[in-house]
């Protein structure tokens, strides 16, 4: 077993405004061990990129707040750190890869200085101008970029060079924790290919630990080591790879999700949609977050949250499973 490198518990965010409050993250926990890869998988609202963001001390300062729980990032509870303790983490040893390049990238600035500013940021080994120059170099090579490229700007790449030049920014520093939020949604189905294959090659060289945000499953049967299936701010099931994908047991959403993929073997098969759409967040149901769209929804569905089920590591949040032993709050 891996030593654990981050730690989530009973973590709540929400965003409050004059005239609401948004319940984004109700209660999530995980945890990930050095060199593994653990999907966070759900739909676009889900609340997955809102922990990602809570992790890394960047909720918006106005709005977003944590009303519980903790973040432990190799022993160190992330929550108690002053802003200038975070800016030393950030970016130097937990880095994020954003969903959308353009927006991440500055159009006025080269990829090269953009990608040179962590290291000048967080230069603890003290490198000179030359030396975090050639640095940018072999971090450009390494992610398939040309060096000679580096004096380009953003404009000037195609959509999966750009998210290159992302990974490059978030790997410059050999961070212990990449988190990379849904890296592929906007490249076609060749370079989503490439840019996997190059995260679990880079993941391998360097033991780094990956939380990989998608609604893909198909993604996640390619990269993950462990899978959270989030709703509505909730992980209503979590395992290993084989439990999600082999076990016989699963949450009524999880296999909603498995029907509305296409299947390669069977033609004719026709494809199931979960009806309705994701509850309102700032009027979430009462019982489980789920059962407005569930088909096997029973009466204490409705009113009662369902407890956390748990089969040698495989939790469910369900009532479907209540008489299941290992039952906890």
Same mark, same amino acid.
């Given at each position: ?7 989530? &518990?009973? =973590?709540?965010? *929400?965003? #409050? !405004? ?5 319940? %984004?993250?109700?209660? /999530?926990?995980?945890? @990930?061990?050095?060199? &593994?890869? =653990?999907?966070? *998988?759900? #739909? !676009? ?5 809102? %922990?990602?963001?809570? /992790?890394?001390?960047? @909720? ?270």
């Amino acid at each position: 077993m891996s030593e654990t490198i981050l730690e989530i &518990e009973n =973590l709540s965010v *929400v965003y #409050e !405004t004059d005239m609401e409050t948004v319940h %984004a993250v109700n209660g /999530i926990s995980f945890s @990930l061990g050095k060199g &593994e890869t =653990l999907g966070l *998988v759900g #739909e !676009t609202g889900a609340g997955k990129t809102t %922990a990602a963001l809570t /992790i890394l001390g960047l @909720l918006p300062e106005r709005t977003g707040k944590i009303t519980g729980g903790a973040i432990r990032f190799e022993g160190t509870e992330l929550g108690k750190l002053s802003a200038h303790e975070m800016e030393k983490i950030r970016g130097a040893r937990i880095s994020m890869i954003f969903q959308d390049p353009m927006s991440a990238l500055n159009p006025v600035l080269t990829v090269g200085s953009q990608i040179a500013e962590a290291l000048e940021l967080h230069n603890t080994d003290g490198l000179s101008k030359k030396e975090i120059e050639k640095r940018v170099e072999d971090t450009l090579e390494m992610v398939g970029i040309p060096k000679e490229r580096k004096a380009n700007y953003p404009h000037q790449f195609s959509g999966g060079m750009r998210q290159r030049v992302v990974i490059a920014m978030a790997l410059i520093l050999s961070p212990e924790l990449l988190i990379a939020d849904e890296p592929t949604t906007a490249l076609d189905v060749t370079i989503q290919a490439q840019i996997l294959t190059m995260i679990c090659d880079l993941q391998r060289k360097y033991g780094t630990s990956v939380i990989m945000i998608t609604h893909d499953l198909g993604v996640v049967a390619e990269t993950c080591d462990k899978v959270a299936i989030v709703y509505a701010g909730e992980i209503v099931e979590y395992g290993t790879l084989s439990d999600i994908f082999s076990s016989g047991r699963h949450h009524p959403y999880t296999e909603g999700l498995f029907g509305s993929i296409p299947s390669l073997t069977e033609e004719t098969k026709r494809l199931h949609p979960i009806e309705g759409i994701l509850p309102d967040p700032t009027n979430l149901p009462k019982g489980c977050k789920f059962s407005p769209r569930c088909t096997k929804c029973m009466e204490p569905c409705s009113l009662t949250a369902p407890a956390v089920y748990e089969d040698n590591g495989h939790l469910i949040r369900c009532h479907l499973y209540r008489d299941n032993k290992g039952g906890q709050e």
